[in-house]
């Protein structure tokens, strides 16, 4: 079974086709410029991983905080990790790089504040 994807890890991104096997299993990918598209059409077909972004309230401020993981998070588990960030309580000072949720439901990813906030 061929499966057609984007790379999108750079602005080029090249459309790869890839292979699977009868059982899901990833083959061989074509299409891809360089490497990095191959890992990316591996691991978009066995485990997909994206980063999250999201803003959230802080006590306190007008201001919302941006945040971010700190690494890629299985692609399945965002809907449960935006739920996990809705209950997070913060208030000022915030610093820029600070952890403001650790290892995120056990995925070794951190959330962590792409700003400060005074
Ligand atoms: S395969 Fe390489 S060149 Fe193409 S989008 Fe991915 S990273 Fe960019």
Known sequence: MDKVITCINCPVGCRMTVTLS???????????????????AEQECTLPLR???????????????????????PKEMIAE???????????????????ILPNI???GADLVATRSLL
Do not use: W
């Open 22 to 40: 009868d059982h899901g299993e990833f083959v061989s990918v074509t299409g891809n410029t360089c490497p990095r598209g191959a890992k990316y």
């Open 81 to 99: 990790i935006m739920e996990e960030l809705s209950r997070v309580s913060i208030s000022t000072p915030i610093s820029a790089g600070q952890v």
């Open 105 to 107: 439901l056990n995925t």
């Open 51 to 73: 980063m999250i972004t999201a803003v959230l309230p802080v006590a306190g401020s007008d201001t919302p905080l941006s945040v971010k993981t700190s690494s890629p998070v």
